[in-house]
């Protein structure tokens, strides 16, 4: 399943927290005509790199794909930053 | 008492053949269950795969002037999987490149050599990996982790 939302949470030296919902959903939305469009662009590229553009895709799809459940945290004692894709 | 042991204790009271000789006997017969139900543990162990690669770093700082910095990462092994799969696509020339320039470090490694089969299985064998890492100085003191859960 590709990720659907990512939490940002932002932490400022007031330790108040600003916690950002990311609809990612709304993105690959948004995304997929621009990938349509840009298509054959993109099978142009591959062709001169050389890459097989199906492979590329897949591997790309895998990547999304994988994307879930990734988490980062960094706290310091003036601010922390923290991104969990969902 | 199963069939063959059963045998084994008769042949024993009979006298065809000693003590020892009965005991290898026996124990040989229970060799090979004892070697399944050693496969069922580790299988039962070894068939739950880590499914994420978790990095922490705790820094300490004494002097008083930056703070405690934690790092906290988590990143699922598909993502690794998926990651190792995308070098498969560096083309031939770019891999020629890059072995030349670790050459040129002195570095005998050949990246044209790395199968997409090889990387797999070192993903795979990451699960026993476990990395601690404790540096103290005077002003600082870290510790680093790095394990699969």
């Known amino acids: 399943m590709i990720p659907f939302v990512a939490v940002v949470s932002l932490r400022g030296r007031e330790s108040r927290t600003l916690r950002i919902w990311v609809p990612l959903i709304l993105l690959w939305l948004l995304l997929v005509p621009v990938v349509l469009v840009l298509s054959p662009l993109i099978f142009i590229g591959c062709f001169l790199c050389p890459v097989n553009p199906f492979r590329a895709f897949s591997v790309a799809w895998q990547i999304l794909r994988a994307l879930s459940d990734t988490e980062c945290e960094i706290e310091h004692r003036s601010a922390g930053v923290s991104i969990c894709v969902f | ?149």
């Open chain 2, 1 to 149: 008492m199963n069939e063959h042991r059963r045998q084994i204790l008769q042949m024993l009271s009979e006298g065809k053949i000693n003590a020892d000789e009965a005991e290898r006997l026996i124990a040989a017969l229970e060799e090979p269950s004892a070697g399944k139900s050693s496969d069922n543990v580790s299988g039962s162990e070894g068939k739950a795969r880590p499914k994420y690669l978790r990095v922490q770093v705790d820094s300490e700082d004494d002097g008083g002037r930056d703070g405690p910095t934690k790092v906290n990462v988590r990143v699922p092994m598909q993502l690794l999987r998926a990651g190792v799969k995308l070098a498969g696509l560096i083309p031939a020339q770019a891999l020629h490149r890059a072995n030349d320039a670790i050459h040129e470090q002195g570095i005998p490694f050949d990246l044209t050599q790395i199968k997409p089969e090889n990387l797999e299985e070192l993903i795979d064998q990451l699960s026993d990996l476990s990395v601690d890492v404790d540096q103290k100085d005077q002003e600082s003191k870290v510790k680093v982790k790095v394990f699969c859960e």
